[in-house]
């Protein structure tokens, strides 16, 4: 009986360590989705598609820009690249998109600022556009005329991976007038909501899993453990060590997208360096069900060339973002990640959440009442089958008049 009332004490820290960081980034992540959502619903697919044909320094950029304003999880993000790759555009190009749409967003950046502080959301911007430079560089360098003929005719046989129907689903509003008469518009509206509650389903189950596993890692593994693995009482040598070992560290851990930014905090308050937390969260592209993503889609040569290519792009970054940061004092000296268990209270965390979990709930509303159960549906679904779904060219005054019918698509693959 002491046993189990041990190991019943053991899961309740965990949880209320899981608990404390989920309360703590509740309002940001609604926030946080809610932009992006927002920027999705102006930014068509077929003129992402029409930009990225290149390999050069303009095209990066723009894949770039409309990566970070495209935000996915890393499922969604891997399924658009093949997508964006198969329809023209470069595969240098597809992988930018793919590492912005996931390490350069908005949400990425509020959560980071909330838990580890405004040092490490600097340093995620400043190192993502490293990575994809290293990354372009690489495969520039080691990518062959036949190895993506190859690549090409693998992406092509259409091979589903995971979170396909996401990926295909162009929710983005037609039509004229600014920016603001389209996004407040009826149409705009429905958009963003659809988009938000798409794109929390995809990312939600990853960023339980964060949570759950960094509240298990705070509360069940000694510091004493980490210090050691992560040479704390060496600095020079654990500011070398960090970013190699942390992209490793992120592959095991099977976690992706933003659901990895509570393990970070956890891994920098047991002593791992400040490069190394870049590495450890630019490597979510690195896991263990996106590398098998990667042969289904590439085929096996191109996979692991890809999977060496990523490695190395974070580890660089790291090492970059290492150099800048601690030349410039901006290397924080205190580990103080929010990871411990707070007491709920009558603070402006509280009253954000509220706020924020009743436009939460609004939008969710508004996506059931429109439609959007039956897009959910087709979230797994093969793209090929299904088409591109074209938000914009649908009845919205049907919708907003209280039909529930379901939205057609398009036929827009390859």
């Known amino acids: 009986m002491t046993l189990l009332a041990a190991a019943g004490h053991q899961i309740l820290r965990a949880l209320e360590r899981t608990g404390s960081m989920t309360w703590e980034i509740t309002w940001a992540l609604i926030l946080g989705f809610t932009l992006s959502a927002a920027v999705q619903a102006v930014v068509r697919r077929e003129s992402v598609t029409r930009l990225l044909g290149g390999n050069g320094p303009r095209s990066l950029a723009v894949a770039t820009g409309l990566g970070a304003a495209s935000s996915s999880c890393s499922y969604a993000a891997v399924a658009l690249a093949r997508s964006l790759f198969r329809k023209g555009a470069s595969f240098a190009a597809a992988i930018a998109f793919q590492i912005a749409s996931t390490n350069l967003v908005v949400e990425l950046g509020i959560i980071l600022i909330l838990l580890m502080g405004w040092e490490f959301a600097a340093a995620e911007f400043v190192g993502g556009p490293v990575m994809i430079i290293v990354v372009a560089l690489?495969?520039?360098?080691?990518?062959?005329?036949?190895?993506?003929?190859?690549?090409?005719?693998?992406?092509?046989?259409?091979?589903?991976?995971?979170?396909?129907?996401?990926?295909?689903?162009?929710?983005?509003?037609?039509?004229?007038?600014?920016?603001?008469?389209?996004?407040?518009?009826?149409?705009?509206?429905?958009?963003?909501?659809?988009?938000?509650?798409?794109?929390?389903?995809?990312?939600?189950?990853?960023?339980?899993?964060?949570?759950?596993?960094?509240?298990?890692?705070a509360a069940w593994v000694p510091d004493s453990f980490w210090q050691a693995f992560f040479l704390v009482d060496h600095?020079?040598?654990?500011?070398?060590?960090?970013?190699?070992?942390?992209?490793?560290?992120?592959?095991?851990?099977?976690?992706?997208?933003?659901?990895?930014?509570?393990?970070?905090?956890?891994?920098?308050?047991?002593?791992?360096?400040?490069?190394?937390?870049?590495?450890?969260?630019?490597?979510?592209?690195?896991?263990?069900?996106?590398?098998?993503?990667?042969?289904?889609?590439?085929?096996?040569?191109?996979?692991?060339?890809?999977?060496?290519?990523?490695?190395?792009?974070?580890?660089?970054?790291?090492?970059?973002?290492?150099?800048?940061?601690?030349?410039?004092?901006?290397?924080?000296?205190?580990?103080?990640?929010?990871?411990?268990?707070?007491?709920?209270?009558?603070?402006?965390?509280?009253?954000?959440?509220?706020?924020?979990?009743?436009?939460?709930?609004?939008?969710?509303?508004?996506?059931?009442?429109?439609?959007?159960p039956a897009m959910l549906r087709a979230m797994g679904g093969d793209p090929d089958d299904m088409g591109d779904h074209d938000h914009g060219s649908h009845d919205h005054s049907a919708h907003d008049r209280g039909s529930h019918s379901t939205p057609t698509a398009r036929e827009g693959s390859s």
Request: aromatic share 10%; net charge positive; glycine share 10%.
């Open 138 to 217: 690489l495969l520039r360098f080691f990518l062959r005329p036949r190895l993506l003929e190859a690549a090409h005719r693998q992406a092509d046989r259409g091979l589903a991976g995971s979170m396909e129907g996401h990926a295909a689903m162009d929710m983005s509003v037609q039509g004229d007038g600014s920016l603001v008469r389209r996004l407040t518009s009826a149409q705009g509206i429905t958009s963003i909501s659809h988009i938000f509650v798409m794109e929390w389903a995809a990312v939600l189950r990853d960023i339980v899993i964060g949570l759950l596993i960094a509240g298990a890692v």
């Open 235 to 372: 600095p020079f040598l654990a500011k070398v060590w960090g970013p190699i070992v942390g992209p490793v560290v992120a592959v095991l851990s099977f976690v992706c997208s933003i659901g990895n930014v509570p393990l970070a905090a956890v891994l920098w308050n047991g002593g791992i360096s400040f490069g190394g937390v870049v590495s450890f969260i630019f490597a979510d592209l690195l896991i263990l069900p996106v590398l098998v993503i990667y042969r289904k889609y590439y085929g096996l040569k191109t996979a692991a060339l890809l999977a060496g290519v990523l490695y190395m792009a974070s580890v660089v970054a790291g090492y970059v973002v290492e150099i800048l940061f601690g030349s410039a004092g901006l290397v924080p000296v205190q580990r103080t990640a929010r990871v411990e268990t707070t007491h709920l209270s009558w603070n402006y965390t509280t009253y954000l959440n509220i706020a924020f979990l009743l436009l939460a709930a609004l939008l969710v509303v508004r996506f059931v009442r429109t439609g959007g």
